[in-house]
């Protein structure tokens, strides 16, 4: 049996348009597999999101400096490693764009409508260690929107051998009883 642990964030709700920001978090992992999750709504234009990076932390300042998160620059020029989704029957908005990079070539730009994207990727962490989680951010627009970046934890239970990523309907079912 699995449970899914979620940690928000960063939660923006209806803001104001901003140039690229920086955000940093420190996250300490609780299971051996985690998401990290993107929800986006941006209705009047789009959110750009660039740079994403997960790396080990400990607070000795000896830190592994290898990203976690594959293609975490987007310079690939497509979703590669990524999953993409909307809890709804439409195709989802969000791809790599090069109309909007922080740094590099190209950039995440979604412009979803209700009820949003979700954008996310698995990836393998160590229990008890921390995690330096960052990236950049960009509104574009004005309300109607809203960005919700949360940290998904598989944790297994005693009772179990075999260790099962978290599959993508769990999470639709998540965020769409999260947003609606």
């Known amino acids: 049996m699995n449970n899914n642990f979620t940690t928000l964030l960063l939660s923006l709700v209806n803001a104001s348009s901003f140039n690229y920001t ?8 609780i299971s051996n597999i985690t998401t ?4 986006f ?15 080990q932390y400990n607070t000795s300042n000896i830190r592994n400096t290898s990203n976690l998160i594959g293609n975490g620059d987007f310079e690939k020029g497509a979703l590669v490693n990524y999953s993409l989704c909307t809890p709804s029957d439409r195709n989802p908005t969000g791809s790599v764009y090069s109309g909007c990079a922080h ?3 190209y950039s995440y730009y979604d412009g979803s409508y209700a009820p ?3 954008l996310s990727q698995t990836f393998a962490t160590i229990p008890q260690q921390q995690y330096q989680i960052s990236f950049w951010l960009q509104n574009m627009g004005s309300a109607p929107n809203f960005i919700n970046v949360t940290v ?13 990523q978290p599959r993508i309907s769990s999470e639709k079912t998540f965020w769409k009883a999260f947003f609606n």
């Open 152 to 164: 998904i934890a598989n944790v297994m239970s005693s009772q179990s051998t075999t260790t099962q």
């Open 22 to 29: 920086y955000y940093r978090y420190i996250y300490r992992a």
């Open 116 to 118: 949003g994207d979700y």
């Open 103 to 105: 740094a590099g070539n």
């Open 36 to 39: 990290l999750t993107f929800a």
């Open 41 to 55: 709504r941006q209705d009047p234009s789009f959110w750009c999101l660039d740079d994403i990076s997960v790396i």
